[in-house]
T-cell receptor
Framework: GAGVSQSPSNKVTEKGKDVELRCDPI?????LYWYRQSLGQGLEFLIY????????KSGLPSDRFSAERTGGSVSTLTIQRTQQEDSAVYLC????????????????FGPGTRLTVL | EDKVVQSPLSLVVHEGDTVTLNCSYE??????LLWYKQEKKAPTFLFML????IEKKSGRLSSILDKKELFSILNITATQTGDSAVYLC??????????????FGKGTKLSVIP
């Protein structure tokens, strides 16, 4: 079956431009996560969606970052007025139940979007 | 101060060796401890540990959680070159209002040489 997909796989943009990153979770998965991995850094949690509930935005690095999840499925991560420090690999993951439930422990990752801000 | 601390930061072993990777975490609003293997861009989920003292095992990999001492270990026996990767530990914690957060350590870079 299809896994988590992300698009684009690579994005090069100029400083100050807005970018949109897309994530298609595995069909039927209610939980969706966005992470960021900068060069030489660990994996940083950004935001978590559970079904149609309001997301936990506490991990977003600044108010230039926002995310939506339409119809409990596809999610877009938007970065406004990009800065060079936004350059990173952005990873999306989904799971059939929230990790917090304890009843499932498999979180599936997409291939990531490599964002380069010039 | 880092909330999740992994050690060692890097490790080089020969094929066939057994390795133990360490992860310590904070107790505040702790829910679970997760291990991942990252070879390229996307990490692969390995284990989620919620209960203390119960070993989880998958092939040559095993992991256990000690909630009293606030740490977890990941063991890999009979290492192979394919085990070379960065191993990430993450703490799932409750951040209030029905929300949860995953905090990652910096990882342990394991290199297995033939």
């Amino acid at each position: 079956g299809a896994g988590v997909s992300q698009s684009p796989s690579n994005k090069v943009t100029e400083k100050g431009k807005d970018v949109e990153l897309r994530c298609d979770p595995i069909s039927g998965h209610t939980a969706l996560y966005w992470y960021r991995q900068s060069l030489g850094q660990g994996l940083e949690f950004l935001i978590y969606f559970q079904g149609n509930s309001a997301p936990d935005k506490s991990g977003l690095p600044s108010d230039r970052f926002s995310a939506e999840r339409t119809g409990g499925s596809v999610s877009t991560l938007t970065i406004q007025r990009t800065q060079q420090e936004d350059s990173a690999v952005y990873l999306c993951a989904s799971s059939s139940l929230p990790v917090s439930a304890g009843s499932t422990d498999t979180q599936y990752f997409g291939p990531g979007t490599r964002l380069t801000v010039l | 101060e880092d909330k999740v601390v992994q050690s060692p930061l890097s490790l080089v072993v020969h094929e066939g060796d057994t390795v133990t990777l360490n992860c310590s975490y904070e107790v505040t609003n702790f829910r679970s401890l997760l291990w991942y293997k990252q070879e390229k861009k996307a990490p692969t989920f390995l284990f989620m540990l919620t209960s203390s003292g119960i070993e989880k095992k998958s092939g040559r990999l095993s992991s256990i959680l000690d909630k009293k001492e606030l740490f977890s270990i990941l063991n890999i026996t009979a290492t192979q070159t394919g085990d070379s990767a960065v191993y990430l530990c993450a703490e799932l914690s409750y951040s209030g209002a029905g929300s949860y957060q995953l905090t990652f350590g910096k990882g342990t870079k394991l290199s297995v040489i033939p």
